[in-house]
């Protein structure tokens, strides 16, 4: 059976994560995406690296696509795409302001083409302000939206560290552009209008800080307002970037919730570590009795823990609950929380979730066999769907491998192709 988004078209123009993980996006839901790269191949090919060209990252967030090998900065080329763009459905980019004008791949040149193209960008920080031309990137995007320093990380010289298990801004604007993309063709579908679509890396960054970064007057005048004042102070008299976390304080104190820091977040155990993930007075409970530490001063619904002394309390019962826990194995606690319901985790290696019970059961990883390297195995779609299929069973492409097949589709022949490789706008 064919997937929900079957038939649809997208010229994608990307590199790196967020518009290629966009693109993968709608592979899954059954698009025909052509991965657009210039000579040489886009930059992810060659990091990291195992043969020519190709490398982990490019196969996991390319995979599903068709490549197609075009010189944007050609003049033949530019007329070439203005010729094959009405067979397409959407047009994807990540680029700084000012680059798809160059190209002249922009909303405005290309609508002319195809009026009714969904057309999506992704740029570092919007279309507009006093940041709009800057170079953007994931790091940037998490210290300019505050993720980095709500991370809370310090390097081994006092440095600002970086979130890097994952690239939390790009992840989050390519879900996002993959999510717009189809909002726009049902409302083509239902009106007959293209349209132009937009998110950034600053736009993901805070829209993964919602709580954080909202203004709420009425608590953030006794919490946070206060947590900043001190940070300017300490700002001002020079403090370093590891002084300034330390007058911000943990999350929890800071909003007043230090008490629910007991049951949310990670404790060394015999043999590793274990996060426990209470979200309710109900799942706090079960882990009290799961510890067996049911005399908990902050069980009382009217514990406050931001005055002084029961932040101390909160403390004494934090030390408490790190001895016990270091009594047992990952696997014993898991069966003691289990059977109260509540919730709790192990810390996996992600090196290891390939190979997952849970991860294998779900169906979650594709088995795929890619025509220069062999067999492997990609994290597969992030839905499924009861009535059409998602995922893909094609690989990423080797670089140009398809660009002689999709001119010709779009009615460049044999002839012109020919031309177009000798005057070097394709390749």
Known sequence: MPGPLDGIKVFE???????????????????????????????????GGFVPGESKGFHSLNRGKRSLVVNLR????????????????????NARPGVPERLRVDYETLRQFRPDLIYFENTGFGRGGPSEFRSGSD????????LLAGDGKVGEFGEPEIITATAPADFQAGLAGAMAISAALFHRERTGQGQFVET???????????????????????????????????????????????????????????????????????????????????????????????????????FDSIPAENRKLVDEMLERIRG????????????????????????????????????????????????????????????????????????SPPLGRHTDEVLREHGIDDAEIARLREVGAIA
Not at 74 to 93: E, T, Y
């Open 139 to 146: 790091a940037v995007a998490q210290a300019y939206s505050g």
């Open 74 to 93: 050609s003049p033949d080329a530019q007329k070439m795409v203005h010729r094959i763009i009405p067979g397409f459905d959407v047009f994807l980019i």
């Open 200 to 302: 950034s890396l600053l736009r993901a960054g805070i829209a993964l800080q919602g709580t954080r970064i909202a203004k709420l007057p009425a608590l953030d005048a006794q919490t946070t307002d206060v947590a900043l004042a001190r940070m300017r102070e300490v700002q001002a008299a020079g403090g370093s970037y590891r002084e300034l976390l330390e007058a911000r304080g943990n999350l929890f104190d800071v909003m007043g919730r230090a008490a629910a820091r007991l049951y949310y977040g990670g404790y060394a155990v015999k043999d590793g570590g274990v996060i426990l993930g209470a979200l309710t007075p109900l799942n706090r409970d079960q882990m009290r009795r799961a510890i067996g530490v049911e005399d908990d001063p902050t069980a009382d619904p009217e």
């Open 324 to 395: 016990i826990m270091m009594t047992k194995t990952m696997d014993e606690w898991i069966e003691i929380f289990d059977r109260e319901g509540a919730p709790i985790s192990k810390v996996n290696w992600p090196e290891d979730m390939a190979d997952d019970p849970q991860v294998e059961a779900m169906g979650y990883m594709l088995d795929l066999e890619h025509e220069l390297t062999g067999p492997e195995r990609m994290v597969g779609p992030i839905v499924s769907m009861s009535e059409t299929p998602t995922g893909t069973d094609r690989p």
């Open 13 to 47: 123009v990307s590199q790196i994560v967020a518009g290629p993980y966009c693109g993968v996006n709608l592979a899954d839901l059954g698009a025909d995406v052509i991965k657009v790269e210039p000579p040489g191949g886009e930059g992810s090919r060659q990091a």
